[in-house]
């Protein structure tokens, strides 16, 4: 038997021998493989090129062992191949697996906060005049608290709404009547603008108190505007929330920064006027407060009152709610309880 007989069937043992240990592992070893035993520099081909120097009358039968041989890597390798291939499959859909008959994990659905959605429908109403939204800070300068709405030092309004101080100069706004400062300073008339947010005063939490609440500012500066516009505008906004049948009426009170100024109520969304227990007999409920925009509050915002007049108005957002609702603690709003909040879906 030639040597190049010889050495082809030690390579076919070689290569079985490799096969075996390479089983179970990566595609890329079997491709290492290939290179190693059929590889234009592999083994195989430096015995065929040695084939030349062989008698004529051998080549045959060597050229055949070499194709047998060539034959059974090429087959050994493929079905090598094909059996990781399958194992990497197999694993990965067991990694992958997805249980579609679990019980899926049901998305809690939030809703909006009673507040948020009463603030919101005040504020589109106005928006629906023409009004643009303005906000200012919850910590603020006395200056805009107090001082530039005409409430000096020492002046009674400072008692009925005492606040938490953060320093000598910076309080809890008390109202949000500071926005209409910001705003008079920053804008030049026609000014139409709503403004709401969270107010603070130190009162005792009760059903009808709270030491943090909301108001919604209302703001219109602008030449020749007069008390008939605030209730014409007062007006719309009354029929627009609590329906096409409401009245206001205005009664005489005072604020420091307006002048003249009143107090507004509307007639009773629960009797509709006649009196009932909602409002203690009445027929009428308060829902804000307003005027004509001070002269000295203008000046202190470099807005001419010889040229411009405005009105301003400031509603009570939780008693607005506590009314639309028929909610008669406002404590309900601030203790977060999911039995409460789901009514307002
Ligand atoms: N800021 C006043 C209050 O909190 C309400 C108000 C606003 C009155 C604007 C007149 C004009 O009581």
Sequence with gaps: ??????????LRHTFDEAI???????????????????GKKGELTSILRSMGQLPADERP???????????????????????IKSNERE?????????????????????RHPLTKVIDEICSVFVGMGFSIAEGPEVELDEYNFELLRIPEGHPARD???????????VLRTQTSPVQIRVMKEQKPPIKVVCPGKVYRSDALDATHSPIFHQIEGLVVDRGVTMGDLVGSLQLFARQLFGEKTEIRLRPHHFPFTEPSCEVDITCWSCGGTGCRTCKGEGWIEVLGAGMVHPGVLRNCGIDPEVYSGFAFGIGVERTAMGRYGIDDIRNFYENDLRFLRQFR
């Design 61 to 83: 039968a060597v050229g055949q062992l070499a194709n047998q041989v060539r034959e059974h890597m090429e087959s050994g390798l493929e079905g090598l191949l094909a059996t």
């Design 160 to 170: 009925t709404q005492d606040t938490f101080y953060i320093t000598d100069s910076m």
């Design 1 to 10: 038997m030639s040597d190049l007989k010889q050495e082809l069937s030690r």
């Design 20 to 38: 075996g240990v390479v089983q179970g592992h990566s595609s890329q070893a079997v491709e290492q493989l290939r290179v190693q035993f059929l």
């Design 91 to 111: 694993l990965r859909l067991k990694l992958d697996r997805i249980d579609v008959t679990l019980p899926g994990q049901r998305l809690l659905q939030g809703t």
